[in-house]
């Protein structure tokens, strides 16, 4: 509890801090007649930000290939209901092979120009979840490993086949038994020397690959997973390329698949069940980057000799997914709430004294300005920070993976979850409006709601978080260097209390605390033989190993954006720095008062500061409703307008309602 000078100051801010009640706006008519703010930023200034890269390619996606027929909303929406789930399919196949055709994306972009090809996938994200979907498990996660695990040789064979789409593929690393735990899987891949061939069996029930994309239908080879076995030794799990189809997509023999069926969502791909009975393949498709086997001998060769750190370099070769889902989580966060936004700009209710005269905004409501624009400022924050680790994704060296790991495993958590949060927040807010599908949200509900654990489980990489915090610490430790807690100098205004730098101040403490913390704990459950081991002493501690992982992830968000807001930092067009700067303050304020618990219980605030927060993010949620600004970020977003299909995303939405026949049809 601060003292009684403490509270005279608090008292001083907050009379500082008060300002005039905010009146309602009249409704918004339409995005061409929004009057600029202090906040303006010039045309495609924050698109090109939050893009990061390839921004013309992306515009070209958008304009020239997207808002062809077969990508039309209208289509798509039809297509459901009157030929069901096998309808939606056909058409997600029909749009991938358009891609194809028209040469969007080729898996050697995936090593040769990493940037670029996740450029097209993000923009198919905006377009169509299934379709994004279905071609990055043939691009990226069957493509790209066999890119980053295989040959010169082998890229050879196989990239002409899967950039021309002769060769659909699929990834079959999950199995029924096992998903996060990829050392455990059981499928098998035994090398029988006489013949030079590796035999891939699925042992039992529990070891067939599931929810494969691609395998039920379409895919002709897939980049399986499975325990590499010689003359009875086990050297690990390694990946090998399997056929799976014929030309005419007849399974071959002793490949069975079968179909996960309806979902809820995705349904435009065609996710199956994958099982071997000794399915002989040639050496040549083990995928021998890390690893391979002499032929005749059977000698087992890698130029990583511990398997654990071979095994880790495998896998860490795959996380350009991970950075393609925190990118995507960010996008499907950004579309809901543009609609949502200038829904409640536009949609009128209720007088503004309560009883007559015109209908005011519902975005006049506080309630409603809380609800929207504290996620608008952290997907704004998050897709930043989502640039950085393109940056370091792009530039990856064997030195550098583990930050890359690291970084990717806590934004791809951070980005999927808040975007499970953001969309359902946008589908309150508007109303029955957004239950429909037709109006967007409901359908990037759906069909993004997988992301938060395929990919790797949000929990799960959470804790990998935090293991690298730890190594980290205690190699810090050991030379005496531990990075302790520092309670920052108390502020002594508003100003000082609410900007960034002390904010990143407390950010900083926490972070450092919980480590700290964790430590002490950790140590603490094993002296008391509450727990035997290291293992079950973490396990004893989940609660604070998530604390310590989203707190770090936190850190990075403001730490990003505090070098974009930079004076020397080129990145950010001058224009747009106030904008940023004030939903990072926003952001920054709405995740400290979540955490307030922790904040107040650490000495760091008093009860009166936190009554300041909560005032400051009333009041920057009203300067951004005052201003606009909300409605200038989301239109600076950079979608182009005939993919935004939502008619309350329109001004003129009520006539688009009473004048729509059916919306199963354009």
Not at 634 to 659: C, M, Q, S, T, W
Request: net charge neutral; proline share 4%.
């Amino acid at each position: 509890m601060p003292d009684n000078a403490a509270a005279r100051r608090i008292e001083s801010i907050s009379s500082q801090l008060a300002k005039t009640e905010i009146s309602g706006l009249p409704a918004y008519d339409g995005e061409g007649s929004v009057e600029k703010s202090k906040y303006a930023f010039n045309e495609n200034a924050l698109a090109d930000l939050l893009d990061h890269d390839n921004q013309e390619l992306r515009r070209e996606f958008q304009s020239h290939h997207f808002t062809k027929p077969l990508f039309s909303s209208g289509l798509l929406r039809k297509t459901i209901a009157d030929k069901g789930l096998h309808g939606h399919r056909d058409l997600t196949l029909e749009r991938v092979k358009y891609a194809v055709q028209n040469k969007m994306i080729s898996v050697r972009d995936y090593l040769a120009d990493p940037l670029k090809f996740q450029a097209f996938l993000e923009t198919a994200g905006i377009v169509d979840s299934s379709f994004a979907i279905k071609a990055g498990v043939h691009f990226t996660l069957c493509g790209g490993t066999i890119m980053s695990l295989g040959t010169p040789e082998q890229h050879d064979v196989w990239a002409p086949k899967l950039d021309d789409f002769t060769l659909p593929g699929c990834f079959a690393m999950t199995e029924l038994g096992h998903g996060s735990n990829v050392l455990g899987i059981e499928t098998t891949a035994t090398f029988d020397k006489s013949t030079n061939e590796f035999i891939i069996n699925t042992p039992h029930e529990a070891a067939q690959k599931s929810w494969i994309g691609g395998a039920a239908l379409h895919a002709r080879i897939t980049t399986c997973f499975a325990q590499l076995v010689i003359d009875g030794v086990n050297y690990g799990v390694h990946a090998f390329v399997v056929p799976l189809r014929n030309e005419k997509d007849q399974l071959l023999p002793g490949v069975f698949a079968a179909d996960n069926g309806l979902k809820l969502g995705l349904n435009g791909v065609d996710n199956g069940r994958l099982w071997f009975k000794h399915v002989r393949v040639p050496l040549f498709n083990l995928l021998a980057k890390y690893a391979t086997v002499e032929a005749k001998t059977g000698k087992y060769v890698s130029p990583i000799a511990d398997p654990a750190v071979r095994f880790a370099t495998m896998l860490g070769a795959l996380v350009g997914g991970r950075v393609l889902l925190a990118t995507g989580g960010c996008v499907a966060s950004q579309l809901g709430l543009l609609v949502a936004i200038r829904y409640a700009f536009n949609r009128t209710q209720f007088p503004a004294d309560g009883q007559s005269g015109a209908e005011v905004s519902i975005m006049s409501y506080l309630s409603h300005q809380r609800k929207l624009f504290p996620a608008l400022a952290t997907t704004v924050i998050t897709r930043l920070s989502v640039g950085h680790l393109k940056n370091l994704f792009a530039a990856r060296t064997p030195e550098t993976m583990k930050q890359v790991h690291v970084l990717a495993a806590g934004l791809k958590a951070y980005s999927t979850w808040h975007r499970g949060e953001t969309l359902r927040v946008c589908r309150e807010a508007c109303g029955g409006q957004g239950f429909a599908y037709h109006n967007m949200i409901a359908p990037l509900m759906l069909d993004n709601d997988i992301d938060t654990t395929f990919e790797g489980d949000n929990t799960v990489l959470l804790l990998q978080v935090t293991k690298a915090i730890l190594n980290d610490f205690r190699k810090a430790a050991k030379s005496g260097n531990a990075p302790l807690p520092e309670t920052p100098d108390e502020p002594t205004s508003p100003r000082d209390l609410t900007s960034l730098p002390y904010l990143r101040a407390l950010y900083t403490y926490r972070l450092r605390d919980l480590v700290v913390t964790l430590v002490a704990e950790l140590q603490r459950t094993v002296k008391s033989k509450r727990a035997r081991t290291f293992t079950e002493a973490w396990n004893q501690n989940l609660d604070l190993v998530t604390s310590v992982a989203v707190a770090h992830v936190e850190q990075v968000l403001l730490d990003r954006v505090d070098e974009i807001l930079n004076a020397s930092n080129t990145e950010a067009d001058p224009s747009v720095r106030p904008a940023i700067q004030l939903l990072a303050r926003l952001h920054a304020l709405d995740r400290l008062e979540r955490d307030m618990g922790y904040f107040v219980s650490a000495g760091l605030l008093g009860p009166e500061e936190r009554q300041l927060v909560r005032r400051e993010i009333n009041n920057i949620c009203g300067e951004m409703y005052q201003s606009r600004m909300a409605l200038e970020v989301v239109n600076g977003f950079g979608f182009d307008e005939r993919l935004i299909y939502a008619p309350i995303a329109k001004a003129n939405y009520v006539a688009l309602h009473a004048n729509q026949a059916s919306f199963l049809v354009e």
